[in-house]
């Protein structure tokens, strides 16, 4: 049965956190203003305290308010001539609404030693907070351009790591295809025993067509259905070599991460040789890190290059080339994408001949839907 794709994440709401931001924010401005103004010009604390707290009690919804218009309206080349005139509206009403606060509030707080005129207030509102507002506007339009930025990049990366997967699955359909159209005529039998093969390998990948990541076992299992395969078609001189130690299966691992690396060894390393040739899959825990490593006995990496250029015909020269580094190229952008620098692929050439393809990731459980 086909497992549903893993549904997109949904972006937490931001006006929780903007809230909890901007009352923070102000309630330390206010303690701040009262402290410095009691040592400064000797007015008790809790007296300036209970000026500065409600001054910067009505700043939290302003400044949420200036979040918002970022969010909805922000000021961009296409949007700017409707976006400016509501945030200019939205800047005076705030000046008017402060400076009615002012009046209204007066009289029971005393914000002037005297009774002002509207006009006085009206022009202190506009000193103190025409621009204050719109520098809460901008870091607003700071923050969501930097949440989008962040979006849009986890959005992409997901889009290049199903891309980079989709590229796997006709790569090695097409090899294992063009194995058994060779077996049709001359091993009919055989031909038949390896379309049951591909079928199950078939229906071990694209089980999991749909996520990135699966555990360890689950990994192996399509590489033994793979290899299974291979088999059939090199007959005694393939030898497959399982190291797996039993503490990595529940590791969580790329989908299709080993595969192309021992079609890689079968295909580049192994296919030249004339005598049987051995691939060792080795699995181990190593701490906090998970070590994979496919290694070959084959001619090597130099050696299948010298031999890809000796091919008469430039297609097929073309295709060893090409194809032995698909899945090399596939395999090191997907762990990019996915672990960053937390991940490290090497290539090293082994003694007297053989290549070895290795890879560290952080060990992590998979974790069971």
């Given at each position: 049965?086909?497992?549903?794709?893993?549904?997109?994440?949904?972006?937490?709401?931001?006006?929780?956190?903007?809230?909890?931001?901007?009352?923070?924010?102000?309630?330390?401005?206010?303690?701040?203003?009262?402290?410095?103004?009691?040592?400064?010009?000797?007015?008790?604390?809790?007296?300036?305290?209970?000026?500065?707290?409600?001054?910067?009690?009505?700043?939290?919804?302003?400044?949420?308010?200036?979040?918002?218009?970022?969010?909805?309206?922000?000021?961009?080349?296409?949007?700017?001539?409707?976006?400016?005139?509501?945030?200019?509206?939205?800047?005076?009403?705030?000046?008017?609404?402060?400076?009615?606060?002012?009046?209204?509030?007066?009289?029971?707080?005393?914000?002037?030693?005297?009774?002002?005129?509207?006009?006085?207030?009206?022009?202190?509102?506009v000193a103190n907070n025409f621009f204050l507002f719109l520098l809460f506007v901008g870091a607003g339009h700071g923050l969501v351009y930097?949440?989008?930025?962040?979006?849009?990049?986890?959005?992409?990366?997901?889009?290049?790591?199903?891309?980079?997967?989709?590229?796997?699955?006709?790569?090695?359909?097409?090899?294992?295809?063009?194995?058994?159209?060779?077996?049709?005529?001359?091993?009919?039998?055989?031909?038949?025993?390896?379309?049951?093969?591909?079928?199950?390998?078939?229906?071990?990948?694209?089980?999991?067509?749909?996520?990135?990541?699966?555990?360890?076992?689950?990994?192996?299992?399509?590489v033994a259905a793979y290899v299974d395969i291979e088999q059939l078609r090199f007959d005694d001189r393939l030898r497959v070599v399982w190291?797996?130690?039993?503490?990595?299966?529940?590791?969580?691992?790329?989908?299709?991460?080993?595969?192309?690396?021992?079609?890689?060894?079968?295909?580049?390393?192994?296919?030249?040789?004339?005598?049987?040739?051995?691939?060792?899959?080795?699995?181990?825990?190593?701490?906090?890190?998970?070590?994979?490593?496919?290694?070959?006995?084959?001619?090597?990496?130099?050696?299948?290059?010298?031999?890809?250029?000796?091919?008469?015909?430039?297609?097929?020269?073309?295709?060893?080339?090409?194809?032995?580094?698909?899945?090399?190229?596939?395999?090191?952008?997907?762990?990019?994408?996915?672990?960053?620098?937390?991940?490290?692929?090497?290539?090293?050439?082994?003694?007297?001949?053989?290549?070895?393809?290795s890879i560290i990731l952080p060990f992590r459980p998979f974790a069971r839907s």
């Amino acid at each position: 049965m086909r497992s549903a794709p893993t549904p997109s994440p949904v972006p937490a709401s931001p006006w929780g956190s903007w809230w909890l931001i901007s009352g923070a924010w102000w309630t330390l401005n206010a303690v701040t203003h009262a402290s410095s103004r009691a040592s400064m010009n000797g007015v008790p604390f809790l007296e300036a305290a209970k000026y500065d707290s409600i001054s910067a009690a009505l700043w939290v919804p302003f400044t949420v308010l200036a979040f918002w218009l970022a969010e909805r309206a922000p000021v961009t080349r296409r949007t700017w001539t409707r976006a400016v005139p509501l945030v200019l509206g939205s800047t005076a009403l705030v000046v008017l609404a402060r400076a009615l606060f002012v009046m209204v509030t007066d009289p029971v707080i005393h914000w002037y030693p005297a009774p002002p005129a509207f006009r006085e207030v009206f022009i202190t509102s506009v000193a103190n907070n025409f621009f204050l507002f719109l520098l809460f506007v901008g870091a607003g339009h700071g923050l969501v351009y930097a949440r989008r930025m962040r979006e849009r990049e986890e959005l992409l990366a997901r889009a290049e790591l199903r891309h980079l997967k989709a590229q796997l699955h006709p790569h090695f359909l097409f090899n294992t295809l063009n194995a058994i159209s060779a077996y049709v005529r001359a091993e009919p039998d055989t031909a038949v025993q390896m379309i049951a093969r591909l079928s199950t390998l078939l229906r071990h990948a694209l089980q999991r067509a749909g996520t990135q990541e699966v555990s360890l076992e689950e990994e192996l299992s399509i590489v033994a259905a793979y290899v299974d395969i291979e088999q059939l078609r090199f007959d005694d001189r393939l030898r497959v070599v399982w190291q797996v130690a039993p503490d990595t299966l529940g590791a969580t691992v790329p989908h299709l991460l080993l595969q192309p690396l021992v079609e890689n060894a079968i295909r580049h390393g192994l296919a030249p040789l004339s005598r049987t040739g051995t691939v060792e899959i080795r699995t181990e825990r190593r701490g906090a890190s998970l070590h994979l490593s496919v290694r070959d006995d084959g001619v090597g990496m130099d050696a299948a290059r010298h031999a890809a250029s000796m091919l008469p015909s430039p297609i097929a020269r073309d295709d060893l080339t090409a194809s032995s580094g698909v899945g090399l190229r596939n395999t090191q952008a997907r762990l990019q994408q996915l672990y960053g620098d937390a991940h490290r692929l090497t290539l090293d050439a082994r003694e007297p001949q053989g290549l070895d393809v290795s890879i560290i990731l952080p060990f992590r459980p998979f974790a069971r839907s």
